[in-house]
């Protein structure tokens, strides 16, 4: 079998395993069938049983996936003649038929039907006792609802840690995700009242509506790439996350429907392509593994290490995309969205290398978020030394490209079907196993590139750069290929930098929201890449017509992936799905609006102080805005006519993540299962890759955000001070509604407050420490903003005294040396707390006191509406400042430093 039937053959079992539930998503939309044919599948497909005089069928839905798959199967890739292993696609005669394999998970009897259904069971969690249980129960669910009525529960909402001790029932949980498509707004789980009910005739309308959508979608993937069945998954994967991602996966025996019929199918189908695979890669007879499988004993049974899990993660993004040269300042916004795209597309295509090396189709792939993700593959010899020769060609790349100041880890870990058995035959259960392999990948991080290890690298590396250095990355040298200017003194770039600036032109224009991936150059035009990565080119393409032209290049088997990474925009509930495999690996950036293009008097008020460069970008409508633009976006008007405005021309760089995580995966999930680990993963990534950048688009107070990168667990944005410390205001309130108001999760972020044109080096390192600062606070769940590290709760606080300050002085008009006095006598206050107080610190209600009445008897001629005196004045000024000065101490500055920020006035425009 050469290494492309081997992939093709793999990817035919892993249409099979995915399409193994479709009968869930079908028997509950009440899909029509004739009575005869539905009782001749339930016959072939479902276990009978009886009761009495009372003869039933459970898990009628494996009849289903056999009916469901015969209405599906026009818009499938081609299934006729050769379709190894299988006998046949869908006769009935014919045991080992895609079909058979498909539906007869819950009644197995030969080899192929025996790795999916093993596959399905290693996904689920289940111990043998608990599965013969499960296959004999009706379909109920733990909450006393059946099959059509129950809607999913959150994982977040059951997640403890800690001091957490609370007892998990069904009863006791009050969140459901609502039945609905992938959409910004269909990621929040909605109390169980809004969403669920006895009702079986609304359910099934509800699902016969999402099932619908789904037939309607099926057609929406190019018939051109119907010819790969392998190309063909990866568009599939994203369509099925579309419209089961709240369809709760099982509910019968009382189990807890927490995971979604996605992750289940996902999680199956890479499980059974890689047992599928060990065995028949091993040459083992099938009929002793059916039996073995059965039995969960013997030599090829449920001890047997017969998978590989394969963790990938790429090292120094910070390093990677804060790297520094004489240009960098000028470029730094095209350079930061080019970078973080970059950093993304790079542990993409590691995935992609090593799903192909190995002959794996993209479902094997369960994983891939913030540059992390996991693979199942076989536990074979064969495999492993595909493994290191996978490891030293990445390595080997970084060291080329990058001198190896980033680089992507790769480690694996053998596991056996019990291990992922939580409690099960194996000592070491799912959670133990995944601690392993991230103990593993921890090691990794301090064998950098393995640069000591006999690994045929060179630890020593030739820096020949008679160009001079890169001049937005002086770590790499320049290339006279890609010259940065006119001339020779504008100096170079590398070859890395030239694409990272392309990427990031491109991600700007609008009509390019897609990648093709493949293994030759498809264009050498401005789109492409022009640097290799691990022997893959790169080329932003756009509409229907041009990432349709391509049916030559699947035919040939160049094109190997076709990526959608536009960003969700529109309504909160439109559909994520747009015919082609979704990667979010894009960042929400601002853009000029086509009201701000044609209202050029009030744009140019507001940027007066910038280069004429900078003014002429405002008529380009949708450009992208450069940093400059986004500090002049926390400016106001100080009055209708736009002469003059106000506020401090700054940028907050905002970092974070969320707090002990590791934790929560390995300890938090009880008990933990390979489906729902995926799942977990899946759920937080959306937030900052589906949720936030929808966000910033849709709300206009925050579309002057700049994403430098969102994903997995962390985040990294700039935007202009005022709205960005909103933002992070309106991030932490919506995440607490995201995990179901689980207080146990949570994150912390760090605030640097800087102005445009600062070094992004020094940016990224002023931020991280702020975040650093805010992790160091008991409990987390913190923020650090002017070197101050609160809880949340605190910042509010805060926020509203500098409102409520902002009000008081539109009366008053406070001069700004009284406010930078009143700054002084905060930081005084502030020493005379507590055990070590300074015992002049405790004149400072003194001194509040007398400074008050000294601007009172110069000032009480601003209260315009009404005469009072010094006394009453100053008594209203010790009312309005004591109590928070004497509660918050010197954290007040905090809402005066924000006040100075915003109050502070401009030149008049035109001067």
Sequence with gaps: MTKTDRLTASSRVALAAYLHDLGKFAERADMPVEKNRLEDHLQLYCPRHQAGDRTYYTHRHAAYSALALDVIEPYLPELTGDVAPFGSWRSKEVDDS??????????PTTFLQWIIATADRMASGFEREQWDKYNQAEDRSSSGLNHVTSRQLTLFEQLTLGDDKRAITPEGLSFRYPLKPLSPEALFPVKKELCESKDRTKASAEYLALWNGFLGALDRIPASHRQDLTLWLDHFDSLWAGFTHAIPSATAFGTRPDVSLYDHSRSTAALAVALWRYHHDSGHNREAVSA????????????????????????GIQRFIFAGGKETQRKSAKLLRGRSFYVSLLSELAALKTLEELDLPPISQVLNAAGKFLIVAPNTQEVRLSLEKVRTELNQWFIDNCFGVAGVGLVWQEACPNQFIEGGASKAGFAALMADLFEQLELAKYQHLGLCGETGLSSVMAMDSPKGPCVVNETLPGNPDFPAGEDASSGFYHALSRD??????????????????????LSRGEAALKLSIFGYHCLFTGSEEDSGRFGPEIRSGNLRRLYDFSLPKGQMDTLLFNGYARRAINGYVARFSEHESHHLNYERGRY???KQSDLDLIEQEFQVKTLN????????PTDASLSQWKGVPALISLKGDIDDLGALFQQGLQPATFAKMAALSRQINAFFTVYLPWLCHSDETFRNTYTVFAGGDDFFLIGPWRQTLQLAQRMQKDFHRYVAHNAGIHFSIGLYLHKAGGPITQIAEQTEHMLEQAKRREGKNSITLLGESLHWADLTILLDLRERLASFDETLRFPTAFLYSLLQISEMAEKARGQGALPHATLWRSKLAYMLRRYAERHRNRLDSQEIKTEE??????????????????????PLTLHLYQERLQGKAGE
């Design 98 to 107: 895609i079909l058979n394999a498909a539906a007869m998970h819950h009644k």
């Design 292 to 315: 073995n499988l059965r039995t969960r004993t013997g030599a090829h049974g449920w001890d047997e290490s017969k998978i590989l899990l394969i963790q990938g993660d790429f090292f």
């Design 500 to 521: 990272q600036l392309t990427v990031g032109h491109f991600l700007a224009r609008d009509g390019y929201s897609r990648m093709a991936i493949s293994r030759e150059a």
């Design 608 to 610: 007066a102080s910038l």
């Design 629 to 636: 633009h986004l500090a002049c976006e926390a400016l106001l």
């Design 873 to 894: 004045l100053t008594m209203k000024l010790i009312q309005f400042f004591e109590q928070p000065i004497r509660e918050h101490g010197g954290r007040y500055r905090l």
